[in-house]
Nanobody, 123 residues
Framework: QVQLVERGGGLVQAGGSLRLSCAVS????????MGWIRQPPGKERDLVAA????????YYLDSVKGRFTISRDDANNTVYLQMNNLKPEETAVYYC????????????????WGQGIQVTVSS
């Protein structure tokens, strides 16, 4: 059993920044791949960013490269998503998710999910 708690969402103006955090309960956190997945209203889910075991690898959706940074603090079982220069179309529910087997490339690989946190970007 792995539990994830997301924090840091809210309302921000276009061009602003938010930092999401996700606290994870799990004895083998450093072995998990972690992802941030977002779902805009009425649309499908997208893998926004992912980070491999112990931070070995990172992945970013093309549209967020250069603006978003995923990081992890294995000592504190926490993963972060720093989001800069946010755009209105990035309004979505953002989910933190864990892949306990360490795979990160498909949404279906994530076997534990947080509750989701709303990010709203106004124009």
């Amino acid at each position: 059993q792995v539990q994830l708690v997301e924090r840091g969402g809210g309302l921000v103006q276009a061009g602003g920044s938010l930092r999401l955090s996700c606290a994870v309960s799990g004895r083998a956190f450093s072995n998990f791949a972690m992802g941030w997945i977002r779902q805009p209203p009425g649309k499908e889910r997208d893998l926004v960013a992912a980070i491999g075991q112990s931070g070995s690898t990172t992945y970013y959706l093309d549209s967020v490269k250069g603006r978003f940074t995923i990081s992890r603090d294995d000592a504190n079982n926490t993963v972060y998503l720093q989001m800069n220069n946010l755009k209105p179309e990035e309004t979505a529910v953002y989910y933190c998710a864990a892949s306990t087997l360490g795979t990160w490339n498909r949404i279906s690989n994530y076997d534990y999910w947080g509750q989701g946190i709303q990010v709203t970007v106004s124009s």
